[in-house]
Structure formats: C-alpha cells, structure tokens
C-alpha cells in the first residue's frame, strides 16, 4: 500500500527565513513524488516532482524538494520565504508499479509566512 | 486556454436532494477522479475514471455516483444517501502515466441547507 504522512499540521517561519515542510513516504516499489500547493477556496496547484535522477528538484515559485530514499523523505525547502507562500502544502505519492492509480495526497501543512 | 472547469462555485443543498456537480476538461486527459476535502483530513478519493465508460471507487464511495460518458466530462452527483455532504470537492486530472502529475480545477462548496 502506498502512504505519505506529513507530521507537522503547521509551520511557521518569518519572512525572509528558509523555510521546510517535511514529507515521508511508504511504498513497495520506487516513488514518483509530488508536491502542491492550494490557496484559500481554490484548486491544487502543482509545484514539482520527483521521478528519478539528481535528488534535489527544482519547481515553480522558487520552491525545491529533496529526494532522501534512505529517510524515505520529501521535504519541500525554499531558501527566503514571503508571505504570499502562506497556503496549504500537500505531498503526493504514487508507486512506480501501481500503474496510473490516482495519487495518494498526506494531509496537508498549513505554512503561515509571518511578515 | 486548457484547464479544468468545475461549476457551480458554490453549491446550497437541502436535505434529501440530490445535486450534480460538474467537471469539464479540454487537456484530452484519459483519467479523471473526484476527491473530497475536509478541514484537516487532506484529500480522500471518491471516484476516478481511466477511461471512457468505466469508473472506479475510490475510497468513499457510498452516498456519490459517477458517469463517463464522454472524455472531456466526469460530472459527480451527491445522493441523498450522503450523510454529510458538506465539504469542498475537487476533480482533477491526468494522461495515463505513472509519472504524469494531476491538474485540479478550482473546486466546488458544496453546503447543506
């Protein structure tokens, strides 16, 4: 079965600050790993995913993820944060072998970017 | 300009009715789902579609029904067998790959009244 947990319901950080929302994952096979973002009353927007090759991704908004397979870990990062970043974070995850089964979400980070 | 439309917006239900919420793309995407979101318990996936026809539970079924009729529409109807309606629902979408990443449209509120 797949999962992703996300452990912190929310972060806080001053503006300026890097920031981290932690992510980990369980699946038998290798993971492709996702992250969005969702503001008030909208959509998911997609920010960036992990398929294979170099563990540190780079996506939209200046955001970037680390790939850990040993920590089995997601961790979205951004070096400088605004307060226009404050939204709801989610991971996704879907395991290699599960073929195009829909994406299995963790429960959402609430970021607050506290000016 | 391609996306995901879901409409209405928002959606006012009285007890008892049925209501139908409608999911539209024009990415010629094969899969769809339907996923609802409460506060605090992320997304749960009610139904998904990999292709024309033929549709899937997902993991809270009971009380929705689904059609696919047509590539491009995925409409979900909440039955008054659904206990607590109430909440945000999200169709999303994507080409069948396993590394293929989903796109959302904007959602629908769906209250009871």
């Known amino acids: 079965a797949q999962s992703v947990a996300q452990p912190e319901d929310q972060v806080n950080v001053a503006e300026g600050n890097p920031l981290t929302v932690k992510c980990t994952y369980s699946v038998s096979g290798n993971p492709y790993l996702f992250w969005y973002v969702q503001y008030p009353n909208r959509g998911l927007q997609f920010l960036l995913k992990?398929?294979?090759?170099?563990?540190l991704v780079k996506g939209s908004y200046g955001f970037e993820a680390e790939f850990n397979k040993s920590q089995t870990s997601f961790h979205l990062k951004k070096p400088s944060a605004l307060v226009s970043d404050s939204a709801l974070y989610f991971c996704?995850?879907?395991?290699?072998?599960?073929?195009?089964?829909?994406?299995?979400f963790g429960k959402g980070t609430r970021l607050s970017v506290i000016a | 300009d391609g996306g995901i439309t879901q409409s209405p917006k928002y959606l006012f239900r009285k007890e008892g009715q049925n209501v139908t919420l409608s999911c539209e793309q024009n990415l010629n995407h094969d899969a769809m789902y339907w996923y609802r979101q409460d506060p605090g318990q992320g997304l749960r996936l009610i139904y998904y579609?990999?292709?024309?026809?033929?549709?899937q539970k997902g993991d809270i079924a009971e009380g929705y029904s689904v059609s696919r009729e047509k590539k491009e529409s995925f409409p979900l109807t909440v039955t008054s067998a659904q206990k607590n309606p109430t909440a945000f629902y999200l169709c999303a979408s994507n080409r069948v790959s396993t590394v293929a990443e989903a796109f959302f449209g904007q959602g629908t509120r769906l209250t009871v009244v």
């Open positions: 996704a995850v879907r395991d290699e072998n599960s073929g195009n089964t829909p994406l299995v």
């Open positions: 992990y398929i294979t090759g170099d563990n």
């Open positions: 579609s990999q292709i024309v026809n033929d549709f």
